[in-house]
């Protein structure tokens, strides 16, 4: 029998005790494909359930792993095709505006893998990084590797969390979520300064002129021809009184 559930967990018991392992895997997919629906709650209910011997922690961790996979798929599936799209055309309304997408890709490119790996443990982020990667265009290859590993982490650790919980899962879950929140404002501070630092070398960058070691060449008037052209120093044929 499984320990006392709080509030969030025990809401779903009756969910899990229904549909086992479907119910994991949908709501995990789910959770990973744009909607906000309580899949890392679940997810952890259900690692409670294997650790009180009711359901199998290897079959949990598969059922889980490729459900979380199979939904950022999904979400960057559904921003490569109709993302930018959408953007260009609402876009503006929520201040989100084609140059601002620009920035958003050319970061996705730089440091995409890294955000796609991380996000799952970020609410909002999980739900909407496979979408913003694939509007952005994130390649599929790069996308998939850390779309994988990020889907095992964040499966692995919240797993453990309930398994090994046992009767504290109460105060462990709360300080987990706690940690979280943490962790999201840690992220936020890192793409801000990571922000400014791209904005500080770009004001700094020299013109392109100077940085090629190139001066613009200045006509003056003794190099120029009648004509308001460079003189190419070429020897004009002349009669006897110096006229062409």
Not at 9 to 36: I, S
Not at 104 to 127: S, Y
Request: net charge positive; charged share 20%.
């Amino acid at each position: 029998m499984s320990p006392p559930l709080p509030g969030p967990l025990a809401h779903l018991a009756p969910l899990l005790d229904d549909y086992g392992y479907l119910a994991v895997g949908v709501l995990v997919f789910l959770d990973n494909c744009v909607l906000p629906v309580p899949g890392q709650t679940i997810l952890v209910l259900a690692a409670v359930y294997a650790g009180a011997g009711q359901l199998s922690l290897p079959v949990l961790l598969l059922v889980a792993v490729l459900a979380a996979v199979a939904g950022d798929a999904l979400a960057y599936v559904l921003g490569r095709t109709g993302g930018l799209a959408f953007v260009n055309r609402w876009g503006r309304y929520v201040r989100l505006t084609p140059e601002r997408m620009e920035r958003a890709e050319a970061f996705f490119r730089r440091r995409g893998a890294l955000v796609v790996t991380g996000a799952r443990f970020v609410d909002g982020l999980r739900q909407t990084n496979g979408l913003i990667a694939g509007t952005t265009e994130m390649p599929w290859r790069r996308f998939m590797v850390a779309n994988a590993v990020g889907a095992a982490l964040w499966a692995g650790v919240w797993t453990a969390v309930g398994y090994f919980a046992g009767s504290n899962i109460d105060t462990l879950y709360r300080e987990a979520v706690r940690y979280q929140v943490l962790l999201f404002a840690v992220l936020a501070a890192l793409v801000l300064l990571l922000a400014v630092r791209t904005w500080l070398r770009r004001r700094r960058r020299p013109p392109r002129d100077a940085a090629a070691g190139r001066i613009p060449h200045q006509d003056g008037p003794d190099d120029q021809d009648g004509r308001g052209g460079r003189d190419d120093g070429r020897d004009v044929p002349t009669d006897g009184n110096g006229r062409p």
